[in-house]
């Protein structure tokens, strides 16, 4: 049995690693790791931290480059790639370029596809774009789906995507906390100022609403004299050039994209979080620190519904009103941080290997059975 593991983006690197590692500890199935390279630097970066090696790398980001070129690069070179190797299974993550390409492949190749994080709707084909498209074209290509949460599942199901090949497995982004969390050492956070992670890189924002964003950071540092935002900004020029030009204030730290370990280390220190990331919403929620997500729609309601986060929306007004009472307000600020995590336990890698080797026996025995006829 053999399994091709495509990815390309940092999130997908983080959220695989885990499971390519279980994979790789099950006696039957041969995986092979394929690096698009969508994301150059933070792929690299994260494939050292997890100390994978790609048996393939693709080679395939350029500067400013626009989704559609990604996936036309994907399918150039990854189409000859299943050609030559023929795996049995092409397993992809989340909602990237990446992920949506390669399954597309795929699927022209008649190659079974699993899907880790499968389910996920924010329900507005244009928010997150063009990433809840790209999910819904892989959930109705894939054969086998590892929602991470029984609603996810309940997503699949009304779209008609049920039976066997639906498995509720937990985030395998916390199967990465866990890995991480014993090689990171906290440092105390400073006494006299209160630090508040901040991170911004979704297409939807560009331009007027990431401007207003970015001025409600600012007014936030001028109102309180103790407050230090921290920025590791996203190397996309179109995020770069804005903060650069916008958050213009001593108590503003913009630093390079931190290596996963050293960003979880900060992340365990800071007072909240403001974002628009996904995994940063889940990893938030599992280290108990609230998150108020700059967003119109989440995909990921249960963090809401659980109490660790605030959906502020792109307003302005919103997001300077629940950052204030975040910094003020010491029982919302413990409410939030108390809330329960609904990603799972940390064995979702091995669910997803369990399940994957089930089905191969079951692929297996159809297939003589289609022989002997
Ligand atoms: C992609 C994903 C998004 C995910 C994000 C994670 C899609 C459709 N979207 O965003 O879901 O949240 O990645 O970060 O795939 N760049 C570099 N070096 C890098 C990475 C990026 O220079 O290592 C710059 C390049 O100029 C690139 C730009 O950032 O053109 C944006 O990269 P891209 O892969 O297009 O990211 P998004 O599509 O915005
Ligand atoms: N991350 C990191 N260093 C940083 C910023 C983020 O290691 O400087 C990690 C973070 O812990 C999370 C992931 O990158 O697991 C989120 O990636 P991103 O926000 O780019 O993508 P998204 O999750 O929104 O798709």
């Known amino acids: 049995m053999k399994i091709l593991v495509v990815m390309g983006t940092r999130p997908e690197v983080i959220k695989l690693a885990p499971v390519v590692a279980a994979l790789r500890r099950r006696k039957g199935l041969r995986t092979l790791v394929c690096a698009t390279a969508q994301h150059r630097e933070l792929q690299d970066q994260m494939l050292k931290t997890f100390d994978i090696k790609p048996d393939f790398d693709l080679d395939l980001m350029r500067k400013g480059q626009s989704p559609d070129a990604i996936a036309r690069r994907v ?145 936030l540092v001028r109102r309180h004299a103790d407050l230090v935002l921290i920025y590791p900004v996203h190397p996309n020029p179109q995020v770069r050039l804005a903060a650069k030009r916008w958050l213009r204030h001593p108590r503003i730290r913009l630093v390079k994209p931190l290596p996963y370990l050293e960003f979880l280390r900060l992340m365990k220190r800071v007072h909240f979080l403001i974002t628009d990331s996904g995994g940063l919403q889940e990893e938030s929620v599992c280290l108990h620190k609230p998150v108020l997500v700059a967003r119109t729609v989440t995909e990921r309601p249960e963090i809401i519904a659980a109490g660790a986060g605030k959906l502020v929306g792109l307003s302005q007004k919103n997001l300077i009103y629940w950052a204030t009472k975040l910094l003020n307000d010491k029982a919302l600020h413990r409410r939030m941080s108390r809330a329960q995590n609904p990603y799972g336990d940390g064995k979702a890698s091995e669910r997803i290997t369990s399940a994957i080797a089930l089905w191969a026996i079951r692929a297996r025995r159809t297939l003589l059975q289609k022989c002997r006829k």
């Open 75 to 219: 399918q150039a070179s990854l189409d000859p790639l299943l050609a030559r190797i023929k795996p049995d299974l092409v397993i992809v993550q989340g909602d990237t370029t990446t992920a949506m390409a390669a399954a597309m492949c795929a699927h022209k190749r008649h190659i079974p596809i699993a899907h880790v994080e499968a389910g996920l709707r924010s329900h507005d084909l244009e928010n997150p774009f063009p990433e809840e498209g790209n999910r819904v074209i892989i959930d109705h290509i894939a054969t086998l789906h590892f929602p991470p949460t029984q609603k996810a599942k309940a997503n699949l199901k009304k779209e008609g995507i049920k039976g066997p090949g639906v498995i509720v497995t937990g985030n395998t982004v916390v199967d990465a906390l866990r890995w991480a969390d014993k090689k990171i050492k906290i440092r105390p956070a400073s006494a006299d100022a209160r630090e508040v992670l901040v991170t911004f890189h979704r297409r939807e924002s560009f331009g007027a609403p990431l401007k207003g964003i970015f001025h409600a950071l600012i007014t």
